[in-house]
């Protein structure tokens, strides 16, 4: 890039006429020389600037654009700027192709062992041994002759291997399409972000990927920049530019100073123009994703190393949004991310049960084995007495790989790979349903968290409120006016003042529209609390416009812009006369500290003394504020021409201000948060209202929203009493003082960022509790970005949200209201409960497979069910009843119990009874059948059968029989907390109905003609009716387990507990941190087979991850920036980017030597 630069500095000095010449498509500027030009900063960027274009309106003219007109709407010459410049938007990496897919599905270890078991299988019954001998080896096959050997020896390695594709492909297309799902997702959210820019003179809301070099755009406090530009004009701007450099501190710009703006950095504070000058791969984050192979096609080869960009979707600049507020930030969300990451409870809880119950498995398996073997050896060389002949080798070998399938087969059994598949499945189904809830999802395990959700802090405007905001009230000229006043009733002096203070001192991109239809309400357009003071300039039957023509945005000498720590705003304009005015508005109690004038009726400034503000507030502020008003100052001060203010001296500047008027603005309650608030209430989750508003319109709203109800004890403070309650002598935060304060505390006003983000930690570092509390958090502005990463769960408004608030949250409200968030609950508790009623059916069908196995493998030396049948039972029991049980829609009884809270087992008492009650029920039908079946039906035994010897309609009857009672256990399986009715709503879930009917259909086919692969022999109508009529017989069994009050059965608890039980223990999460550590080592070992579905689980969270943060950006980032190199932070970056990329994957590496990484 160093000799672009050169070349591109090479052109100026030359003639006019011969500079032009190269320029491509008769623009002035070549895309070589802009960029080389936004890779400079500050003092050496304006002297480029200087140099080859004269100033900023010189590079506008060789763009061929104004810098107030912005370019002309013309789609041609839009499209010719494309072609020379490229457009706004980063090609994304290529999606995993389904064999990929398929790939990595059959890395699982456990279809691994099954492969390998099955080829052996296989290989050996081609085989066969001379016939001659086989007397001398025993009965070994004895009854094989009827078939053939060899024909028959065959099918049951196939067979293995045709189920395991089958596996495989289930598992290869549920992670495709989710990946296409999320890709879609995030799609979404792209062709929703919009940036406003200028073109014809008229303001207009384009898509980002529409932008082009040579656009004026229009940044304001919030924005997110979606390209590279150079400011042409700004007040007071600052931006947070740590996503790119690093460096935490806001950095200034101004036209004259350092007017360069990078894409993918947030604006802090004030607003501005610019034009823009690189856009997509040509911008700083574009090159820096093309470094990283994002982009760039001849990265293609290096395409294994094109680290976790995965997810990275269709990027019109949006990974930009996971540049996220920069390292600082990013130390924070280190920081915060260590608790987000045991953040998913669910996760944590399935972890470890996945890893108890693979150890179960495997010692079952092992044991099983080795019974078999031993069984086999003493029989045939002990007791028959026989010698090892070199011949008989080959059949040997063959009963020693059956005995290892049979063993393998109760471990496939035994570890629930449909976990990781229900769990996935069910986010995604809840994720969808929910985007149908105005809720955008933008991290999967905030939909479960959400579900344990026990407080909800949330902001008042426009969440809890309409943000339609309306001026109701005035004081003006002594006089304090309820409704809107006739402009007659006013002092021409006044009412000229207040529109000049209104229309110059509010933001030019703020303004009121007529109504898009007749009889409408007039549209609002920009910050709302401007809009109701430009509204209330035209109840006054005045206009705003033409004083802002009179006075435009270049013209105003000083802005200081709205922030939260000044809440006002003043523009300072230059009079006739050569003086200056500043017109200022803001909070009440802030600003009338600053007024020592008041303007009386006949619009004469008389003496506004400390004495005369106590009353005001006394007679005018408060009322306002108890009727709910947001109360709003608006002053003035002249400078004269001969004393010029230092301007940077804020303070001496806004301050002996003469009050024009204080007005009352009304946001009225949304009508249906009143009874969304109710819902919370009555699902134990305690709603705070946290707002910047004074401490009495804040106490009357939240009585209206029935946040605060008369007679209960409750807390309302402002921000400075909360910190004085908070902090020690020293100013430090001391927890135990934030627990006496915030269990009582239901109304924050006048609070800081800071105050949110205080509250927010306190909250959840709280240990006072029976359990720890999880927060979830809305917020709008960018001042909210800490507090909503803290929280447990962020909703940021998609509406009045800001990119920056966006960006720090884990669902976006695409309608601001708080009823979304009821739903979010909803959804959450259901994920919750669906994963819940799929472990009690797993369980149960787990058990009893396992115990069945076995003890037919040790009684009879061999298995019952085959490895096929087991196979087909652990699909449908697997995929297809993690379908059924992960898609059951929410019902509003969700919300009638309390949150479960983090320390609950997964596994509740209620659901134990129903697993080992029915696998009593079970496994009492499944002995029988084994041991006098064959007189009750009157058929041949099935028991000890030789290798290879057909199906027996045994053995038929009890694989049936089995299923049967697994499909009427699913309809149980509905209900976890003991309903009776296990009906209700059944037709309510199309997909369930369909999968246990298709489920029902396979069966018939498979036992009837299914043969030899599946070991079934086709069964009677007699015999079919009496397997249905066992598997009715769950149901009925399901009423009585109904019927034993789970209070009774204390030794249940203990059931959890014992290690050898496959099933969750209570003490789980007590353990606490290092246990989960414990099971990662385990896993490491390698001997848990099912962490590959968990990492599948990761899989399909990272895609969503991209959401979270594009790793890829700051990885480069982070690898680029010297300022970190001393941090280990990294490793939290690569530890999730590994699992994706599986083994081929060295920039994972990085900071991570190779840890594999746990949900």
Request: charged share 25%; glycine share 8%.
């Amino acid at each position: 890039m160093g000799d672009m630069a050169n070349s591109s500095i090479e052109f100026h000095p030359k003639p006019q006429q011969q500079r032009e010449a190269p320029h491509a498509g008769g623009f002035g500027c070549t895309l070589a020389e802009l960029r080389s030009l936004m890779e400079l900063r500050g003092a050496e960027a304006l002297q480029k600037v200087q140099e080859a274009y004269g100033d900023v309106s010189g590079l506008c003219r060789r763009l061929k654009t104004s810098p107030t007109e912005g370019l002309a709407d013309n789609a041609n010459d839009l499209e010719k700027r494309r072609q020379i410049y490229g457009q706004n938007f980063i090609p994304p990496k290529q999606p995993k192709t389904f064999l990929q897919l398929v790939w990595e599905a059959l890395q699982d270890v456990t279809l691994i062992i099954l492969e390998v078991a099955a080829i052996v299988s296989l290989g050996l019954s081609f085989y066969a041994p001379p016939g001659e001998e086989s007397e001398a080896c025993g009965n070994v096959s004895a009854g094989a002759e009827d078939e053939g050997e060899a024909e028959a020896g065959w099918i049951e390695g196939a067979a293995i291997l045709l189920s395991v594709i089958c596996v495989v492909l289930v598992t290869a297309f549920n992670d495709w399409s989710k990946e296409k799902q999320f890709r879609g997702l995030q799609s979404r959210i792209e062709q929703e972000q919009k940036f406003t820019v200028i073109r014809n003179g008229q303001l207009l809301q384009v898509p980002v990927a529409a932008l082009v070099v040579g656009d004026i755009a229009q940044v304001k406090y919030g924005d997110l920049l979606p390209a590279d530009g150079v400011l042409i004009q700004g007040n007071d701007l600052k931006i947070d530019e740590s996503s790119l450099t690093g460096e935490s501190d806001h950095v200034r710009k101004s036209a004259d100073k350092d007017p360069m703006l990078l894409s993918g950095t947030h604006v802090m504070e004030g607003s501005g123009r610019m034009v823009v000058t690189a856009v997509g791969v040509n911008s700083q984050t574009g090159i820096i994703f093309t470094l990283l192979g994002a982009g760039g096609e001849e990265e293609e080869k290096k395409d294994k190393k094109a680290k976790k960009q995965d997810g990275a979707v269709a990027m019109e600049m949006q990974p930009l949004k996971s540049a996220e507020g920069g390292e600082m930030e990013e130390r924070e969300k280190k920081k915060a991310n260590v608790p987000k990451k045991e953040k998913s409870v669910l996760q944590g809880k399935l972890t470890k049960l996945a890893v108890q119950i693979g150890k179960a498995g495997l010692v079952m398996s092992a044991i099983t084995v080795i019974i078999l073997v031993l069984y086999f050896v003493i029989e045939t060389f002990v007791i028959e007495g026989r010698v090892w002949l070199a011949e008989c080798t080959p059949v040997y070998v063959q009963y020693f790989v059956k005995f290892f399938i049979i063993g393998v087969t109760v471990l496939v059994v035994a570890v629930p790979e449909g976990l990781p598949l229900a769990v996935t499945i069910s986010l995604a189904y809840s994720v969808k349903k929910m985007m149908r809830d105005n809720n955008l999802v933008r991290h999967l395990d905030a939909c479960e968290t959400m579900g344990n959700a026990t407080a909800i802090c949330s902001d008042k405007t426009g969440t809890l409120t309409t943000n339609r905001m309306t001026v109701v009230q005035s004081y003006l000229g002594d006089t304090h006016y309820k409704e809107i006043p006739a402009p007659s009733a006013l002092t021409p002096k006044i009412l000229d003042l207040l529109v000049h203070a209104i229309s110059i001192n509010s933001a030019y991109t703020t303004k009121i529209l007529p109504p898009e239809k007749e009889g409408a309400l007039r549209r609002q357009v920009g910050n709302k609390t401007e809009c109701a003071l430009l509204g209330f300039v035209l109840d006054l039957k005045q206009d705003f416009q033409p004083v802002r023509e009179q006075i435009p945005e270049d013209k105003l000498y000083k802005v200081y812009t709205f922030n939260s720590v000044r809440k006002s705003m003043s523009t300072v304009i230059r009079m006739p006369d050569g003086g200056f005015r500043l017109f200022s508005k803001g909070a009440s109690e802030i600003l009338l500290k600053k007024c020592t004038n008041i303007l009386n009726s006949n619009g004469e400034l008389r003496n506004f003394r400390p004495r005369d503000r106590d009353d005001m507030v006394k007679k005018i502020i408060e009322p306002m504020a108890c009727d709910g008003l947001r109360t709003i100052c608006i002053a003035y001060r002249d400078f004269s021409a001969t004393q010029e203010p230092d301007w940077d001296n804020e303070t001496e500047v806004v301050g002996d201000l003469t009050c024009i008027a204080v007005v009352g603005i009304e946001d009225p309650v949304r009508p249906e948060v009143p009874e969304a608030i109710r819902k919370c209430q009555r699902a134990g989750i305690t709603v705070r209202m946290v707002t910047g508003d004074n401490i009495n319109t804040a106490r009357a709203i939240a009585a209206k929203c029935g946040i605060i109800q008369p007679g209960e004890d409750f807390l309302c403070l402002e921000g400075k009493e909360f910190n004085r309650r908070i902090r020690n002598e020293k100013g430090e935060i001391e927890q135990e003082r934030l627990d006496k304060v915030w269990p009582k505390l239901r109304v924050l006003a006048r609070s800081s960022p800071t105050d949110k983000h205080t509250l927010v930690k306190g909250i959840i570092d709280s240990t006072t509790g029976e359990q720890r509390q999880v927060v979830a958090v809305t917020g709008d502005g960018t001042n909210d970005g800490p507090a909503l990463k803290k929280a447990d769960v962020g909703f940021a408004m998609g509406i009045a949200g800001t990119d920056v608030a966006k960006e720090a949250s884990d669902i976006i409200l695409t309608d601001d209201n708080f009823t979304s968030i009821v739903k979010a609950v909803m959804w959450g508790r259901n994920v919750y409960d669906s994963i819940s009623k799929f472990l009690q059916f797993q369980l149960t069908v787990n058990v009893v497979a396992v115990i069945v196995a076995f003890t037919g493998a040790c009684i009879t030396q061999d298995s019952p069910l085959k490895a096929v049948q087991m196979l087909w039972v652990n699909l449908i029991m697997d995929t297809f009843a993690s379908l059924a049980l992960a898609t059951e829609p929410p019902t509003e009884s969700l919300l009638l119990r309390k949150p479960y809270g983090r320390d609950k087992p997964l596994i509740s008492r209620t659901m134990m009874k129903n697993i080992l009650g029915h696998a009593v029920y079970q496994l009492t039908i499944i002995f029988t059948l084994l041991f006098v079946g064959e007189l009750f039906f009157d058929i041949d035994s099935g028991r000890n059968a030789p290798l290879h010897s057909p199906p027996s309609e045994h053995y038929t009857i009890i694989f049936n029989t089995f299923v049967m009672m697994q499909l009427f256990n699913e309809i149980n399986a509905r209900k976890i907390h003991g309903e009776r009715n296990v009906f209700h709503g059944i037709f309510g879930n199309p997909i369930f109905c369909t999968i246990v009917l298709g489920t029902f259909a396979i069966q018939i086919v498979i036992v009837q003609f299914g043969g030899k692969p599946f070991s079934c022999s086709p069964l009677s109508t007699e015999q079919w009716l009496w397997c249905l009529f066992v598997g009715v017989g769950e149901l009925v069994w399901g009423q009585v387990i109904a019927t034993i009050p789970t209070s009774q059965l204390k030794c249940l608890k203990e059931a959890g507990h014992g290690p050898g039980k496959d099933e969750m223990t209570d003490e789980e999460l007590a353990e606490g941190e290092e246990e989960i550590d414990h099971a990662e080592r385990e896993l490491r070992r390698g001997q848990i087979l099912w962490f590959r579905g968990l990492n599948r689980i990761q899989t399909q969270m990272e895609v969503v991850s991209t959401f979270k943060r594009s790793g890829s950006f700051q990885g480069a980032m982070r690898r680029r920036s010297s300022v970190l190199s001393q941090l280990h932070d990294v490793t939290n970056l690569s530890a999730p980017t590994h699992v994706i990329l599986s083994a081929a994957n060295p920039t994972s590496a990085a900071g991570n030597p190779g840890s594999e990484s746990i949900p």
